[in-house]
């Protein structure tokens, strides 16, 4: 098992391998999405690019799908609904940053997140 903590929620969770980041996220109720991408996101196609999150170390995670390289995301900036862990070797921190899509420089405001 693998701790994933979620900084501007302030919570971490415990999963196993090739946990997929945006149904652990939601399984335990820790936001995703900023501002109206709550209501306007695709649910988990890959599609829209508003699950957006920065992930460390980017490299416990499986490859980039087809989709993330198609929205820029690599490295450690990762489409939670396409992303797994791909191992439970590694702890994870995600950060959700500002803006709709999660492109922001600076991380999303949350109980987590210290002066939020
Ligand atoms: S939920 Fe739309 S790209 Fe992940």
Do not use: W
Not at 44 to 61: H, I, N, S
């Amino acid at each position: 098992m693998a701790n994933v903590t979620f900084v501007n929620a302030g919570k971490t969770v415990r999963v196993g391998p090739l946990s997929n980041l945006r149904r652990v996220a939601l399984g335990a109720g820790i936001p995703l999405y900023n501002g109206l991408a709550k209501a306007i996101n695709c649910r988990g196609a890959g599609t829209c690019g508003t699950c957006r999150v920065k992930v460390e170390p980017a490299d416990a995670l499986t490859p980039p799908t087809p989709l993330e390289k198609l929205r820029g995301c690599t490295g450690p900036m990762r489409l939670a609904c396409q992303a797994q862990l791909a191992s439970d070797r590694h702890d994870l921190v995600v950060t959700k940053m500002e803006g709709f899509s999660g492109k922001g420089t600076r991380p999303q405001p949350g109980p987590g997140i210290q002066g939020s």
